[in-house]
């Protein structure tokens, strides 16, 4: 199983896990979620395997998440997900799986432990910007 990125490339933070990921000597297969869209599945395997609920992957400050109220305590995982389905923009990014098993990258330290193979040396972003410094700490 190769890994996958669920990506949304205007995300900094996504783009810096998608280089990560590839300085570590992966390919992974990239998922533009926000042109593929969701499955109830789909979330419901991914938060299951990162040990996370929906409610830990939502975007609260979009537009949707504000006008259903979703952070609302009584709001059900099932009626997020619902949402994250109907409004794919919604689900905090990067989702990363990998054989090693499935982490939201916020912070991006959660990614190191998904990679098949140490970092040799930094890893930097296409503005210079130190993502992994040379110990190999996610900065």
Not at 11 to 31: D, F, H, W
Request: aromatic letters at 2%; charged letters at 25%; one cysteine or more.
């Amino acid at each position: 199983m190769a890994a996958t990125i669920y990506h949304n490339p205007r995300c900094s933070k996504s783009r810096n896990a998608l280089t990560i990921l590839q300085a570590a000597g992966e390919e992974p297969e990239v998922v533009e979620y926000l042109k593929t869209g969701w499955t109830r599945d789909l979330l419901e395997s991914l938060f299951a395997d990162a040990g996370i609920a929906a409610r830990d992957a939502l975007r609260k400050g979009e537009a949707p998440a504000k006008e259903l109220r979703l952070s609302a305590p009584e709001t059900t995982d099932d009626q997020i997900i619902e949402a994250m389905i109907a409004h794919p923009i919604l689900v905090e990014r990067p989702i990363v799986r990998t054989p090693k098993g499935v982490a939201l990258c916020r912070p991006m330290s959660n990614l190191l432990p998904l990679l098949a193979a140490s970092l040799q040396g930094p890893v930097t972003d296409a503005k210079g910007k130190v993502l992994v410094d040379k110990e190999g700490n996610a900065l």
